[in-house]
Each structure stands twice: as structure tokens, then as C-alpha cells.
């Protein structure tokens, strides 16, 4: 059986996390190193390594993460914009194989990302 990832502990309560949010189907805690004033990650409990390997019946999960995120910028007074990224596989600057939203705000987003 393969290791538990690093959230996977932290949904199941084995190593802390400052949470700020969670239902039955996901959870949002703050990123240990925050790369903005405002740095909240957002994962399903549902073990989804990738965005690659979401299946086409995620869409309904899918949907209520993007429902948390909306809300939780606005509890976390993000009124004059934030940024939602999520990074996909190696190439793509994933280190955590559990799917998650990273939550950024609080600062002035520059473009492109590096
Ligand atoms: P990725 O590079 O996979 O898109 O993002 C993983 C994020 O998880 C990074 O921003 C990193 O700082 C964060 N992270 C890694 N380990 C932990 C941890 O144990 N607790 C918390 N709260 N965040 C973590």
C-alpha cells in the first residue's frame, strides 16, 4: 500500500493544520509557508492525486470547492481580488499528490507566474 501524503494525515487529524474551514467533503487549512498575507489551501477529502486523475463524477465536488472558495475569500476580506491556483503533476509545480486549490490574497498577483 503507498504512503499517505501529507494531507491525507492532516484530513485524517494525524499531524495539525491551522483549519479554517471543513465539511464532509473538503477542508481548507493554512499553507505552512505562505507565499502571500493570505495563503489558504483548499483539498477534497476524497483522495484525488491530480487534476489529471479526477474523474468525470468529481464534477459535483469539484463544483462545491469552487462554492468554499468564493466564500472563504470573502470571510477572509479578499474584496479586491485574489488568485486560485492549482499546480498538476510534477511539470506543473505539484509537490503534494492530493489534489488541492492554493487560496492566494492579501497582495497584488503579478503575471505570468514563474
Ligand atoms: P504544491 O506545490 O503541491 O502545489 O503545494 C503544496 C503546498 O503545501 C506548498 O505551498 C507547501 O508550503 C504546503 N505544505 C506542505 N506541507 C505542508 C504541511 O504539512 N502543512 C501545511 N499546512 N502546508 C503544507
Redesign the pocket.
Known amino acids: 500500500m503507498s504512503e499517505k501524503t501529507?494531507f491525507k494525515r492532516?484530513i485524517d487529524q494525524e499531524?495539525p493544520?491551522?483549519v479554517v474551514y471543513e465539511d464532509d467533503l473538503c477542508m481548507a487549512?493554512?499553507?505552512?509557508?505562505p507565499?502571500a498575507p493570505v495563503h489558504v489551501?483548499i483539498i477534497p477529502k476524497k483522495e484525488i492525486a491530480t487534476v489529471d486523475d479526477l474523474a468525470d463524477d468529481d464534477a459535483a465536488l469539484i463544483g462545491h470547492m469552487w462554492i468554499v472558495i468564493r466564500n472563504l475569500a470573502r470571510e477572509l476580506g479578499l474584496e479586491e481580488g485574489y488568485r486560485v491556483i492549482v499546480?498538476c503533476k510534477e511539470g506543473g509545480?505539484?509537490?503534494?499528490p492530493h489534489l488541492?486549490y492554493?487560496l492566494l490574497g492579501g497582495r497584488k498577483m503579478s503575471w505570468p507566474p514563474g
Request: proline share 0%.
Open positions: 501529507i492532516i499531524i493544520a491551522d487549512f493554512k499553507d505552512i509557508v507565499k489551501l499546480n509545480g505539484q509537490e503534494v488541492h492554493h
